[in-house]
Every structure is written in structure tokens, then in C-alpha cells.
């Protein structure tokens, strides 16, 4: 064998042990019995430290090596290929033994710390640990390198090539105007909402209706299937195993629909990547903002359009007797329902973006000790309150209320917003062409995901997200595609 | 660390190994989409080669020495632990790779023509899979090694410390009156036998009902599951973690319910295992003959049973409509249901053993050169009549039915009929304890399985089944309970 092949082996047994994991965690959200739960995270975790051994190993790197030196430049995504695979070789090796332990504890602390500030609102129970964490992410930073900031480095540990100035040119470009529309979307809203009947909607019909819808956007159910967690969530099991999950609320069927097509999203993307060296970057997908561009577009572009109801509603009323009566249009008003909540999780398409614009600001501040960590509850609240015009009741509601600080993940929150922003921009291309066109107004999905699959999905992790939407829409990442998107549903149209 | 516990910890890591490829085996059988199998084939084969370069390695040895070294003869216990620990070390180790690169090789190809040849009813096309596969554990027998003639090292694989001397004599003593009780009950069954009220069973009310009888019996949900698999198994994924599968048939429950109780017997075995050390001899399941004992106890000793029926007919009543105004007297014809079949998997409590006896001694005659290959359908047909009263009706319901000697397993069979023996002699001696007879007559196995947990599970693998089987009833395993058994409940009495 070549080193190439020898490499590629190689990387195909890390993603044996990766894909085994996932079977694993799989296992424990959907099924396993609770008294499982501690040998479970023994198996975990040796299969965890066989991946860290295999892919840190000097003859990865050697074999990594000696495949990109018999490589010529003519061949040049395979060349691409084994340059992704050694980024990612040297963002997990440059970093320590002992930091990656200290790393690993501190945040394993830092997650209780977290639970227990956030149930009391006392967030000086959270600040150590979250100091602690900043500044192990700024030697983390360090140890990566950077052009001009440390948030540069963590940023693009989620969103490969993205960096802080660019990324604050977007969202500065977006700040005013979402929050315009997020204002006018609201009063808008409020006047024409027409609340869901009651219910109940059985979990039994929702099942078979969400599976219905999933079948037909194009998710495979031969490569896949949808079970029940607390936490939706879409994992790779394997190149030709990608399973989704949701949960139900027998009140409203329609949080679970749009919750299954936010992960058939990632999943049609997973079942879409190439499949003939899994473990190689080829074969991945290539960042957060392009998963996340996949869902928003399935559960927002699709699963929110009026066209997509036209189709579906009808067979909606067929399954929940609770809709009898209900028209179109009013539905409709409420798969529009927009409102300002101070919690993140709980808001709708319209103002999302705005705490994410919020959280940005807040990490690039910290990351630049524009202000002392003690601070952050007042510095939440004061620019809560710029952005959507009242002040969250409390520290639980306000910088308290995400999991992804406490475990040391800064730089993550940006990659929602990504989300949304290359999703309008690549539904705008992808209606470029007509057939996309008319199969979205026919709520007919084959073009559309031929279009990703062609333009995106096998591509995997080849080139940067930022050329990758380049390539696919013929302009670099702009947020006016997503204004545009938001102002003609919620302020103007639909 | 001293030996000992370096030696645990290594095995325990060969646990996490296999339990691992478990949980993705069971994936596999209950919830993997299809176009999933290829790429899971490649996981279990690394995890595969995983724990065997970790069982196999001279480190394994070393360390198992050293401990063995370091541990006083007081310690018995861990002794007897150490021993049986390197008892499967050579059994694993000292066959060539060559021959079991052949054996693999020989039974994956034999599975294939076997599965032609039931098919189309021609065991020339499977003849020469099978003197392959002869050959092969004649070369397995020689380097294990034994005392008398090589089916004994066959025959211990599965059952340690088994030897044909002593399975012909517990055989031969069985032989003549099961049959004869075979064919009283046959008669007997013939004359009462009232059919089961056609149905429908709702799978959903099967599914209630089996897991209600199962939780009563004593198996944990907490550590384990329910799940739904074409054939019916029970796999352990660990210490606190050991599901069961069924099949549900629409036009008799009670298939379903007695193939819980068979699998729950296996899996509430597993469940009183030690757990202090995973990976283990001491908290291992001894073999297959006492891994029978158990499913056959609470399957037939049990669910077989009158006053079992007495306290959940009336609530099989109330789950299944189709029962209305069906006795508990006709119920009970149908459970006792008794015939003759040539098929050994569609036959009964009466006359499985039958089924084992005739491959005892075949398998017995082939390791002794009594008869050449080629006769083996004649010899199955001739055996079988002697036994039966008459001749299968071809091959593919004779002597090609089973899988076992495709996978060549030989020396497997008897293990079913040394569960029946066994069932029935641990049944008499616990009934022994007065607590477990009231509770017998009551339909609640508290004391029962408090009494197994005792006497067998919580002794893992430390001593040989029949020392086993000894220790708990006071004697050699021995055939005369179980006639007694089948007499009083399918000839004379219930």
C-alpha cells in the first residue's frame, strides 16, 4: 500500500471508533436502562482514548505526511483532502497533555458550578469557574495561533477560516437592521395571531405524520429513523446510518414537525457526504455554520413557507382531529407566532439572531478584556436590554441561561447565526434555478436537495465554509439575503 | 498495583470490548437501518480484533501468572478465578492462527452451502462443508486435548468439565423412558387438547402483559429491556445492563410470553452475576448447560406451570378479549400442548430431549469414525425412527434442520437437554426450602430466583456446572428428576 491508502486506513479505523462511540451515545439517549449509565461512560471512554491514541499518533502524521509528498498538485482535492486532515492533526496534538487535562476537569466542574448558579441566579457561584475557563481558552488560543485576536483562533475551531473581524462586519452589517424587522415582525405578529386549538394531538399520529413529512422532504428512512429524546439531536452512526430524534408535546404536533425537519437537516447533510473514505475531512461535514445552514433551511425555509402548509396542512387536519375547523390562513399565523422572550432556546426565527448578536459581542468583549468577568450579568443586561428594548428579570434568564460557557466552548454561539445566513443565501441561489423554484412552490423537494447534495453536501470538508457558499451562490457570506428572507415573511408578506 | 489488580483491570478492558460489540450486536438485531450493515460489519471486526489481540497478548499471560503466583492458597476463590481465567487463555490460545483463519474461512463458506442444501433438500451439496469442518475440530480436538476420545474436548468448550463417558451414561439412562413418557404424553395431549381461541392478541397488549409477568418473576427493568427481533435473544452490555428480545404472534400470546420467560430466565441469570469485576471468570455465566437451566426453568418449571396460570390467566383475561368464556382447564390443554414433529425447534417440553438425545449420539458416532459422512441422512432417519416411530420426510426436516454443524459447533447440542436436567433438578432441591415451595404455589418467585441468586448466579464461573449443580441440590446432576417431572406433568398428573 501507498501511504496514502495506508493513511486513509488508518483514518477509516478512527472513524470505526468515532462511529462505534455514537452507537454508544445513541444507545444511551434512546434506550438504555438507567442502571447502565456508569459502565456505559467506561466503555465511552476507553473508546474515546483508543480514538485520541490512533488519530495523535506519530505514524498518523508520518503516513499523513508521506501521502501529501506522493501527492501531485493536479490532484488537487485529494491534496485539499490530506491538508484538512493535517489542520486537524495539528489543532489536536499542539495542545499539552497536562492543558487538556486541566481543560477537561475545569469544565467538568465548571458544568455543575453552572447548573447550581443558574438554579439560585447567584452568578458568583459561576464566575471562577467561568474565569478559569476563559483563561485556558486564551492559552488554548495562543497555542493555535491567530492573525490579529485570540477569539480568532476559538472561532475557527467551529467555523473553519472565520475570524473576528470578518464575522463583525456581518454582524454589524445585521445588528440594526434585525432589530428592526425582530420589532416590527413582533407588532405584527401580535395583532394577527391566532393560537393553536387545544389539542390533544396523539403521539401515535404525530409519529406517523413527522415520518411522513421526513420521507418526503428526501431523509432516508433506509439509512436512518427517527426515535424520542428529551433533547432532539441528529447523529452519524456510520456512512449509511444517520439517526435523528425528537419529542412531543401532545398540545402542539407542530413543534415536533418543524423539530424533525431541523434535524433531517443535518441528517440529509450526513446522508449526502461522500462515502468512500469515511474518517477522511472528504467525507466530514465541514463546519458548524454549514450543519447548522442545512437545518435552519429545511426547518425555516421549508417547514415555515406558506407552500410547504398547502401540501401538508391538509394531511396535518387528517391526521389531528383537534384542527377541525382551524383554517390555512390561521394556522399559518401561528407557525408565524413571533415574540420577544429573553430566553434563547425558547425564541423563534424573527429574533433569534438577535442573542446571538448579543452573545458575539459579549465573547469578542471578553476575549478582548473590554470589561472584568464580574461584570457580565450588568454588561448582559444593559446590551439585552439595547438590542430588544427590556431587561431579563434575572441573572437565570439572562448571561446564566446557555450550557455552552461552562463548557468552555466560546466562539460556538456565532455558528447559529452562520446558520441562518447561509441558509437564506443558498435558498436564494437554489431558486435561481427553476426547477428548485417550482418544486418549492409545489412544496416538491427532489431539486432542492439534488441542489444541496451537488453544491454542498459532496463537497464535505474540502474548502473553507466561507468559499464553499461562494462557490455555491457566486458571492462571499452576506446577511442580506437573510433581512430580505426575514422582512418579506414577517414584516411585508406571506 | 500488584498482579492481581493489574491483571482485573486488563480484563475488565477486554469486557468493555465485547460488551461494546454487544450493544452494537443488539443495535444491529432490533433498530440498525438496513443500508447500515456493511459499514457495522467493520466495527465488529475491529472490535473483534481488539479483544483478541488483548486476550491473546503475552502481557495477558504475564500478568495472570504473576497473579496466580502472588495469591495464597486461602484465597480460593480468587484462585479458582485466576485458573478458569487461564483455562480459556490456552483454550483461546493454543490453536495456530492458520487453523483459525481455516475455521472461519471453512464455516463461513459451509453456512452459505448448508443454507442451499436445507433449501433444496441435497446433502451431497452439503457433504463436503461438513467433513471440512469434522476435520477441523478433529485438528481443534487434538491441540486442546483430552482424556478419552476427542468429542470429550469438544463437548468441554461448551460445558467444562463434560465428558462423553459421562453424558452417555446420564444419556442412555434417559433414553428409553423419555421416550416412553413421550409417547404417553403425545397420546394424553391428543385426547384433551383444546385449540386456543383464535385471537386477535394485540401486540401492544401482548407487549403489556409479557412485561407485567416479566417484572413480577423478578427481571429487572432498571438493568434491562424488552425489544422486538425476529428470532428471540438475550445479550448482556454489561454488568447492569442485559435485554431480551421477543416475536410476537397475532394468533397466540402465549408463545410470546413463555419466550419471555425463557429469555428472562437467561437475562435474571446474567442480572446475578457479581459485577465487581467485569470481565472475569467470577462474574461470568458458567456455561451453556446452566445458562439453559435457568431460561427452561422459568419457562417451562414456571410459565409451564398450574399455579402460575392460576394467578395470570385472569389477567391474560383481561388484557385479550378472545379469551372470554375460555376456561382455565382448556387454557391449560393448550400450554401442556404435546406432539411429535421432526423438526427440533417446533417441538415441545416432552419431547425436545428426544431431539437432543438422537444428535448426542450422532455426533458421538461421527467423532468415533462409526460411520462414514456420506450415510448421514440414513443414519439420521434410521436413529430418528427408533426414537419416533417414524421417518422425517426429507432431509431439510431431517438431518439438515439445524444450523449448529454449519457453524461447527459440535458438542453444543447436549448443553439443551444438560439445561432441562439440570432445571429440573435445581427445581426439586429449591422446592426444598419451604418459602420457595409457598411461593411456588402462590405464583411468586421472590425466594425462587432469591434462591438461584444464591446457589448459582452469584458463584459466576468459578467451579465446573456439575460441581455447581452438586453444591445447590446435594448430588450429581443426574436425569431421574426430570422423567419425574415430564411424568407428573404430562403422563400422570396437573
Redesign the interface.
Known sequence: MNALDSFRALA??CN??H??AS??GW?QET??????S???A??LS??SA?AHELATSPRWLELLEGALAEIPAEQQEVRLDLQEMKRRYLLATCLPVELVARDTKTSSLAKHAWAEARKSGDFSRFLPHLSALVEINREKAELWGYEHEPYDALLSCFERGSTTARLSAEFDALRPALAEVAKSAVERSRTRHKPLPAGPYPIAAQQAFNEKVARDVGY??????I?TTTHPFCTN?????V?LTTRYDENDFCSSLLGVLHEAGHGMYEQGLPADH?GMASCDSVSLGVHESQSRLWENHVGRSRAFWEKWYPVACEHFAALKGHSLDDFMTHVHEVNFTPIRVESDEATYDLHIVLRFELERGIFRRDFDLAYLPAVWDESFEKLFGFRPPNASQGCLQDIHWSMGAYGYFPTYTLGNLNASQLMQAACREPLVAQGMARAEYVPLLQWMREIIHRHGALHDPAVLIERATGEMPRAAYHLEHLRRRYVTGE
Chains 1, 2 share one sequence.
Open positions: 477509516r479505523e470505526w471508533i462511529t462505534t452507537v454508544l444507545d434506550y438504555m436502562p438507567p442502571e447502565a456508569a459502565f456505559r467506561e466503555q476507553w473508546l483508543r432516508s428512512f433506509t439509512a436512518g429513523r426515535d452512526l456510520g456512512p449509511r446510518d439517526r469515511p
